[in-house]
């Protein structure tokens, strides 16, 4: 493996960093961390003390994005094959310590991502499975296909999530989910939120079923089914 750790500000090279099948570490521990060229590794474990930007490809099985202020990625694409974990706040993640998560590159291909900070936005090149979050605020995941989210975990997004599929199904059913609000599309939409209050919009679901479940009160805002 491979691990380089400054105590203060870590500046990276305008070249890649490939450690092949080994594991990559690269952390900024009080400053920001910029990523200017492509990363590479089979687990890839990136943190800031501050502000994370990325700005070129990374490539890795495992991913890990730790910062105290906001991550953005402002260029590359982020292919993660296996199970991607991004925390963004200072101090415990709070609705006073969460901080904005944006990994919204076109190429970007998750297979499986956590996120927890907010507000955030993700996008996905192809199907994605949302694993246990805890959001302040809005929560965006736009994918060419289907949006699911894996079994036994649970969403809390205190904002309003927005799941939009291109070509796919949502299919969001774990029963501790707890979401302020939900605006979807896609083709066959499954929703289930276990809080006591959700507002629901539908863009579109191609003729195909909608079918949302709540824990609690349920409205449905102009534009819904």
Do not use: C, K, W
Request: glycine share 14%.
């Amino acid at each position: 493996p491979v691990s380089i750790v400054a105590g203060h500000t870590l500046t990276l090279p305008g070249t890649p960093i490939n450690t092949g099948t080994a594991n990559l570490t690269l952390a900024s521990e009080i400053g920001p961390l910029v990523v200017p060229a492509a990363l590479s590794g089979a687990t890839v474990n990136l943190s800031a003390g501050t502000t994370m930007t990325i700005g070129a490809n990374i490539t890795s099985d495992n991913l890990f994005l730790t910062a105290g202020d906001a991550i953005t990625q402002v260029g590359g694409s982020i292919l993660a094959g296996l199970f991607t974990v991004v925390n963004a706040h200072a101090g415990p993640n709070s609705a006073g310590n969460a901080r904005a998560i944006t990994l919204t590159g076109s190429g970007n291909d998750f297979n499986r991502i956590s996120t927890n900070g907010g507000p955030v936005g993700i996008v996905d090149a192809n199907i994605v499975e949302l694993a246990s979050s805890t959001v302040f605020g809005d929560y965006s995941v736009n994918a060419n296909g289907t949006i699911a989210q894996q079994p036994s975990s649970d969403l809390q997004i205190t904002g309003t999530a927005t799941l939009r599929s291109v070509t796919g199904d949502i299919i969001v059913t774990q029963p501790i989910n707890n979401i302020a609000g939900l605006d979807l599309g896609g083709n066959t939409i499954t929703v289930f939120n276990g809080g006591s209050a959700t507002t629901v919009s539908v863009a579109g679901s191609n003729n195909n079923p909608v079918t949302v479940s709540s824990g609690g009160a349920l409205t449905v805002l102009p534009g819904g089914p």
